[in-house]
């Protein structure tokens, strides 16, 4: 019995060997890098780990495209690297031959969270080199936007009411301080005493000119009756 298994055996090992290998069709290329995604808690990859990839595997294309007749045997993992790198494909069960690709892409997309989060990886960890990353879906402000957008405006409108403030106060401080200085000047000019002849003189506006009150005196006396 066991004579008659052997050669079975051997014929679906050379089988899955031509279905999965580099750059066959419909086949993948998966990259993961433990050692940057989890430093010293990075685990070693054994075939614990690749069962749990083939099991994820099969169930995002049971989930994806109904297909329970799926199973963790149906994929195939070839060309593994200690770094850790391999080569999967997905077998038909009803036929001898692989998967499309396109399908095996869109389950993978659809359930890419999933796998990812099964291995403690992510997108960039956990590589699907054949397989676009799927965009996450946007995260929404905690904060609604319209209050944002709101703070934003007043905050210009408050600071442009300051700004406007502190310019008319620096304003009016120039002027007073002008004035200040201009009054000055003219009570130095009042105070200026001239002196003609020895005899000092009061100034007056420089309009109605000079009066020298020595000769004042005289004239008076001359012209009096």
């Known amino acids: 019995m066991l004579v008659a298994l052997f050669p079975t055996l051997s014929l679906v090992t050379v089988i899955h060997a031509q279905l999965c290998q580099p750059d066959a069709e419909n086949a993948f290329k998966v990259r993961l890098s433990l050692k940057t995604a989890l430093g010293d808690k990075a685990y070693a990859w054994n075939r614990n780990e690749e069962y749990l990839f083939k099991a994820m595997v099969a169930f995002s294309l049971r989930t994806f495209s109904n297909k329970e007749t799926i199973e963790i045997s149906n994929v195939l993992l070839c060309n593994i690297t200690k770094r850790v790198s391999f080569w999967f494909v997905?077998?038909?069960?009803?036929?001898?031959?692989?998967?499309?690709?396109?399908?095996?892409?869109?389950?993978?997309?659809?359930?890419?969270?999933?796998?990812?989060?099964?291995?403690?990886?992510?997108?960039?960890?956990?590589?699907?080199?054949?397989?676009?990353?799927?965009?996450?879906?946007?995260?929404?402000?905690?904060?609604?936007?319209?209050?944002?957008?709101?703070?934003?405006?007043?905050?210009?409108?408050?600071?442009g009411i300051v700004l406007l403030i502190m310019s008319g106060i620096h304003?009016?401080?120039?002027?007073?301080?002008?004035?200040?200085?201009?009054?000055?000047?003219?009570?130095?000019?009042?105070?200026?005493?001239?002196?003609?002849?020895?005899?000092?003189?009061?100034?007056?506006?420089?309009?109605?000119?000079?009066?020298?009150?020595?000769?004042?005196?005289?004239?008076?006396?001359?012209?009096?009756?």
């Open 171 to 225: 304003k009016q401080r120039r002027k007073s301080k002008a004035l200040t200085e201009t009054g000055d000047v003219e009570d130095k000019y009042e105070t200026v005493v001239t002196i003609e002849n020895g005899i000092p003189c009061d100034t007056l506006d420089s309009k109605e000119g000079r009066i020298n009150r020595a000769f004042a005196a005289d004239g008076e006396k001359l012209t009096s009756l």
């Open 90 to 159: 997905v077998t038909d069960p009803s036929k001898n031959q692989t998967l499309p690709a396109s399908e095996v892409q869109e389950a993978i997309r659809m359930n890419r969270n999933r796998i990812n989060n099964a291995f403690f990886l992510n997108d960039q960890t956990l590589e699907f080199l054949e397989i676009p990353t799927t965009l996450g879906p946007p995260t929404e402000p905690s904060t609604p936007i319209w209050i944002i957008i709101f703070g934003v405006v007043f905050s210009l409108v408050v600071v």
